[in-house]
């Protein structure tokens, strides 16, 4: 993944090409490191999708729109964006983070996305983080129904495939890396009656079983 293909996929051309840069360096590689435009990053997206929201769904009640904002900002959600953006090949990891599979930790995946969100407001404004937020969230956005989207991914799933009399989802541990204290799971979701084979992957066995479920939901969909 170059640089520029990194642009056209997120809709913004850099200024200053010094600012993509530090977003996607990890502070095991060098110094300036994404840490500081991951901190302005995460403030731009919460405020991004909470007026998205506002906007797209005027009958929400504030404790539906926290709900939801809570769900669209989590680490999974960040972590399959930057897996839709190959982000993982356009890191800059130190040696140690490569060899223990850095590139594809969720974690480090998601503060690389809300880094390069930071990277975006200081190069262009907020308006162009608004529709640089707004574009990696748009399939996201246009799924949501009000109401629905407080049950987890596991339990809409399996009310999807229940009222279709559907057989539950089988979730199986595919893979597990990292160290002790930073170890990454990686769970398979199998729907045989429909031959849907998805992944997830999460700091958590639960978490990997979240992912896999919401990919299945987004295909089904």
């Keep these: 993944m170059t640089a520029d293909r990194l642009e056209k996929a997120i809709g913004h051309i850099f200024s200053d090409s010094s600012l993509l840069q530090t977003a996607l360096t990890h502070r095991s590689h060098s110094s300036p490191h994404n840490e500081r435009l991951e901190f302005i990053g995460d403030s731009v997206l919460n405020c991004v999708v909470a007026l998205e929201l506002y906007r797209r769904f005027p009958a929400l009640a504030e404790g539906e729109m926290s709900r939801l904002r809570a769900n669209l900002v989590r680490q999974e959600t960040l972590h399959q964006i930057a897996d839709s953006l190959s982000l993982g090949e356009a890191l800059r990891l130190g040696e140690g983070e490569l060899k223990s599979g850095g590139h594809r930790r969720p974690s480090i995946l998601a503060d690389a996305v ?20 707004a574009q990696l969230y748009e399939s996201r956005l246009m799924a949501i129904v009000p109401g629905q989207q407080s049950k987890d991914p596991k339990t809409q799933l399996q009310e999807y495939l229940q009222a279709r009399r559907l057989t539950l989802p089988q979730y199986s541990l595919m893979d597990t890396s990292g160290e002790a204290h930073a170890q990454n799971f990686r769970v398979a979701c199998d729907i045989t009656a429909l031959r849907l084979h998805t992944e997830g992957s999460g700091q958590s066995r639960r978490a990997a079983e979240q992912m896999a479920a919401e990919c299945a939901l987004e295909k089904l969909k």
Excluded at 116 to 133: P, R, S, T
Aim: glycine residues 10%; aromatic residues 4%; without cysteine.
């Design 114 to 133: 809300e880094a390069i969100i930071g990277a975006v407001q200081l190069d262009a404004g907020f308006d162009k983080a608004v529709i640089v937020v």
